[in-house]
């Protein structure tokens, strides 16, 4: 069994009507998804709003889900910054909480190159001797890619176990599992490409769609690595259309327009998000209609 499970779910932060976050719900959210599909929780990832969060918001949720799990589950901190300095402190109180990992994207914006890359990761390992760190390579949010040969460099440092892989690249996630030894683990970054990813030596995904089916993607992975391609591949084809819904616009807004069809009070997304256009909630309707999820 992998370090973090085999379903990682990226969990959205609810907002209550004034805005502010609403920690009870959290809490029902991540017990609901410890108990349909989801080995461990990343908290105040991309998913969860980061950006919009204050620090004092994420210090809170961390202690409130690691408590409403209570053991049954591994949940990661998402801690990562385009600030070292930044980004060192925060993982330092994660670590510091009893949390089981960190989840860290690489630094956004300033565009460091790859040496950059691997002495910002290098010097929050160091810090942080005891956490294990999951990187979080999302060039599409970031404006940078961690290269395969800077995550071999990264892979050699003790702490240093897994990496969430959302280059969109399957050349690139088989090049990083060629240089990389084989307790090092990539987990996909992608829903869509899960399937694909576990067949070039993937070991699991931190996923958006498991809020909403992580039962069924647990089968899809359990199925393949019992040897059972076709029928994973036909759980695959059938979420590859909310795999794609979810991602009509920028997460998390359809995911929260989901959650919230189905009864969930997660409130809207914070500005700059805006709420969910019309016709993206009306073909996430329908999606969620065909799968039985409303």
Known sequence: MTRFGRIVTAMVTPFNATGDVDYDVAAKLANHLVNHGS????????????PT???DEEYQLFQVIKQAVSGRAKVLAGTGSNSTHEAIEATRKAAALGLDGALLVVPYYN?????GLYQHFKAIAAAVPDLPIMLYNVPGRTGQNLQPETVARLANLQNVVAVKEASGSLDQASQIRRLT????EIYCGDDSLTLPMLAVGGSGVV??????VGDLMQQMVKHFFEGRPQEATSIHIQLMPLFKALFATANPIPLKAALRLQGWAVGSTRLPLP??????????????TDLSLL
């Open 39 to 50: 080995d461990g929780l990343v908290i105040c990832g991309t998913t969860g709003e980061s």
């Open 111 to 115: 565009k460091p190159p790859q040496e």
């Open 53 to 55: 969060l204050t620090w």
């Open 275 to 288: 709420d969910v256009p019309a016709d993206v909630e009306h073909d996430l309707k329908q999606v969620l």
């Open 181 to 184: 030894p084989s307790t090092f």
């Open 207 to 212: 996923s958006v769609a498991s809020h909403l």
